[in-house]
Every structure is written in structure tokens, then in C-alpha cells.
Antibody, heavy 112, light 112 residues
Framework: EVQLVESGGGLVQPGGSLRLSCAASGFSFSGYWMHWVRQAPRKGLVWVSG????????VYADSVRGRFTISRDNAKNTLYLEMNSLRAEDTAVYYC?????WGPGTMVIVSS | DIVMTQSPDSLTVSLGERATINCKSS????????????LAWYQQKPGQPPKLLINWASTRESGVPDRFSGSESGTDFTLTISSLQAEDVAVYYCQQYLGAPTFGQGTKLEIK
């Protein structure tokens, strides 16, 4: 069974940084594109970033490009999202996804 | 980017009646390897992650009641709930997963 479990969320001040992790199990992690999707409070689902199976190619939404960095460690079956220069509008639940499989999400709150 | 246009934004239906939600993709989401459309439907209740109902446009996820069904015609997709139950009150999203995932804006389903 595919399992994705995010961690690393929390409260951070504007301009601060946070690193999210996603532990994957139940499938061959190194064979799949992985993505981060976020959902701001009472809003819809928005794709944030994606990474190809071997980690050599990454893509970002315009709203986070230059501030967020996606990466993966296939030996550890773990996906990461390094978030810098955080803004209030980055406040959201962040989900790790593999096509139609989702983790439970981790909450990020950017506030002073 | 593939734009997903979902309608209506909200829907009020009586218990036992049919609910229909539509989604249109701005371009084909046909996955060439299996000749199926990479289109999923989710149900989301407050405080919970999206729950997968349908993938490949019409394949019901295991455990999902058979009152939920998906259909397709080119780039037009439909989620139908044949006989609305009280527990179906939620927000519903469509998603394409051919490339970087994109989502419809959501449909809030309520009981009349």
C-alpha cells in the first residue's frame, strides 16, 4: 500500500525558512515523479513543485520559484521541500503527492 | 499548463437525488501508455486531505460506494452521485495528472 507521510510544518515568521519532508513507502519511490501541492485555509488545491524520478529535473509554480527548492533522496525514500523567504500567503497545508496518492499533509503557518 | 475548469461552484441537491459535477480540461489529458485519461475526482471534508474517488476518469477507487461514477467525452469529464446521501456533503475536485497536477476550483455540495 502506498504511504506518504509529511513532516516539518509549523509556525514561522515572515522571511523565515522551513524544511518539509515526506517519507514514502509501499512503492518503488525512485521510479516516480513526486510533487508538493498546497491548500491555503478555505481555498482550493494548488500545485507547488515537482521533481523527476532521479532528481535531475525540477519544476516550480511561479509563486514559489526562487524561494522554494524541491529535492529527493531515493536511498531514503524521502522527498523534501526547502522553503525560504516565507510570506504570509505561503500559509497552507502542504501535501506530498504521487499521481493520485496523497499524504495527510503538514500545516505551515507564516505569521509574526 | 493544463487548465481545469470545474462547474458549478456550488450545488444543492435533495437526499436521494442525483448530483452532477462537470470538469473540462484545456487540452487532452490522454496518457499514451494506456490510452486512458489521467483524470481523478476527489472528495474533501473539512480538516481532512482529499479522498480519491475516481481515477483514470472512470475507475472507482476500492471502497468507494458505487453511487459515485465518472464519465468522459474527449476533454469533458463528469462525476455523478446517483443518490445523494447525507455523508456526501463535501467539496469535490477534479485533477489532471498527465503532467504537473492541476485542479478544478472545487464544487461545494450541500443538501437541500
Amino acid at each position: 500500500e502506498v504511504q506518504l507521510v509529511e513532516s516539518g510544518g509549523g509556525l514561522v515568521q515572515p522571511g523565515g525558512s522551513l524544511r518539509l519532508s515526506c517519507a514514502a513507502s509501499g512503492f518503488s519511490f525512485s521510479g516516480y515523479w513526486m510533487h508538493w501541492v498546497r491548500q491555503a485555509p478555505r481555498k482550493g488545491l494548488v500545485w507547488v513543485s515537482g521533481i523527476n524520478p532521479d532528481g535531475s529535473y525540477t519544476v516550480y509554480a511561479d509563486s514559489v520559484r526562487g524561494r522554494f527548492t524541491i529535492s529527493r533522496d531515493n536511498a531514503k525514500n524521502t522527498l523534501y521541500l526547502e522553503m525560504n523567504s516565507l510570506r504570509a500567503e505561503d500559509t497552507a497545508v502542504y501535501y506530498c503527492t504521487r499521481d493520485v496518492r496523497w499524504g495527510p499533509g503538514t500545516m505551515v503557518i507564516v505569521s509574526s | 499548463d493544463i487548465v481545469m475548469t470545474q462547474s458549478p461552484d456550488s450545488l444543492t441537491v435533495s437526499l436521494g437525488e442525483r448530483a452532477t459535477i462537470n470538469c473540462k480540461s484545456s487540452q487532452s489529458v490522454l496518457y499514451s501508455s494506456n490510452n486512458k485519461n489521467a483524470l481523478a475526482w476527489y472528495q474533501q471534508k473539512p480538516g481532512q486531505p482529499p479522498k480519491l474517488l475516481i481515477n483514470w476518469a472512470s475507475t472507482r477507487e476500492s471502497g468507494v460506494p458505487d453511487r459515485f461514477s465518472g464519465s468522459e467525452s474527449g476533454t469533458d469529464f463528469t462525476l455523478t452521485i446517483s443518490s445523494l446521501q447525507a455523508e456526501d456533503v463535501a467539496v469535490y475536485y477534479c485533477q489532471q495528472y498527465l503532467g504537473a497536477p492541476t485542479f478544478g476550483q472545487g464544487t461545494k455540495l450541500e443538501i437541500k
